[in-house]
C-alpha cells in the first residue's frame, strides 16, 4: 500500500518561471492538505480540497497560487512568476474520508522548490 | 489568533526520557496531534488525543489537557534515533492543521 506521493522531490526554477507539484494521495483517501515550510520555522497550513472541490484555501496566497484536485489524476499546487520568496518545502498530506482514522494526516516526502 | 508555542531546542541523553511541552490557543479544537520530521524528511505521525489523559505507544505517550490549552510528549529510554524535530499541531474547527515551530531534540550518548 503505497504511501502519499510527491514528484518532482526537488525542483529548481529561475524568478519568473512557473512550478508545478504533484501529490498523489494514499489509496482510499478523498482528502488531500498542502503545507509550506520555510527554513527552519513551522509547516504552513495552505489549502485543503476534495476530489474537484476546495473546501478551504484560507492558507494560500491570493495571487499566484492555485490548487486543484482533479476528478482523475493527482493534486497540483501551482505557483506562477515565482519568487525568491517562494523557495520552500512543500508537503502534501492525506486523509481518509471516513473511518476510525479519518482525524490522521500521512504526509508525502514533500517538493524542495529552489527558485535562483 | 491561532498559537502554539514549544520549545525550540532540547537535549538529552541515551536511555533518559525527555518531555516536550506545548500550549496552544487555537479558534477551535478538533484533536491534537504529535509528528516527529527528521531533517530533510516529511512528518511522521506519533499521536493523536481528543479527549484528557495519556496515550501510551510504546517508548512515547501523550498527554493533553483541554482545559489548560496544554498537551505534553514523553520520550522514553531515549536512542539516538530519535534525535529529530517534534511537532505539535492542533486541528481546528476546520479540519486543517495548526503547526508549532517544532522542538529540535538531540540525544547524545
Known amino acids: 500500500n503505497a504511501g502519499v506521493m510527491q514528484n518532482p522531490r526537488h525542483l529548481v526554477r529561475r524568478r519568473g518561471q512557473e512550478a508545478r507539484l504533484r501529490c498523489s494521495p494514499m489509496k482510499g483517501h478523498s482528502h488531500v492538505y498542502w503545507y509550506r515550510q520555510l527554513p527552519e520555522e513551522g509547516l504552513k497550513f495552505m489549502v485543503y480540497l476534495q476530489k474537484e472541490n476546495i473546501i478551504d484555501e484560507s492558507g494560500m496566497p491570493k495571487e499566484r497560487f492555485s490548487a486543484e484536485f482533479p476528478k482523475e489524476g493527482p493534486s497540483i499546487l501551482r505557483i506562477q512568476q515565482v519568487v525568491r520568496g517562494d523557495s520552500a518545502a512543500y508537503f502534501c498530506?492525506?486523509?481518509?474520508?471516513?473511518?476510525?482514522?479519518?482525524?490522521?494526516?500521512?504526509f508525502g516526502p514533500g517538493t524542495r522548490l529552489t527558485v535562483t | 489568533g491561532q498559537n502554539i508555542d514549544q520549545p525550540t531546542e532540547m537535549t538529552a541523553t541515551e536511555g533518559a526520557i525527555v518531555q516536550i511541552n506545548c500550549t496552544y490557543q487555537?479558534?477551535?479544537?478538533?484533536?491534537l496531534f504529535w509528528y516527529q520530521q527528521h531533517a530533510g524528511e516529511a512528518p511522521t505521525f506519533l499521536s493523536y488525543n481528543v479527549l484528557d489523559g495519556l496515550e501510551e505507544k510504546g517508548r512515547f505517550s501523550s498527554f493533553l489537557s483541554r482545559s489548560k490549552g496544554y498537551s505534553y510528549l514523553l520520550l522514553k529510554e531515549l536512542q539516538m534515533k530519535d534525535s529529530a524535530s517534534y511537532l505539535c499541531?492542533?486541528?481546528?474547527?476546520?479540519?486543517?492543521?495548526?503547526f508549532g515551530t517544532g522542538t529540535r531534540l538531540q540525544v547524545f550518548p
Open positions: 499541531a492542533v486541528r481546528d474547527n476546520t479540519d486543517k492543521l495548526i
Open positions: 498530506a492525506s486523509s481518509p474520508r471516513d473511518g476510525p482514522r479519518i482525524h490522521e494526516q500521512y
Open positions: 487555537t479558534s477551535g479544537f478538533n484533536g
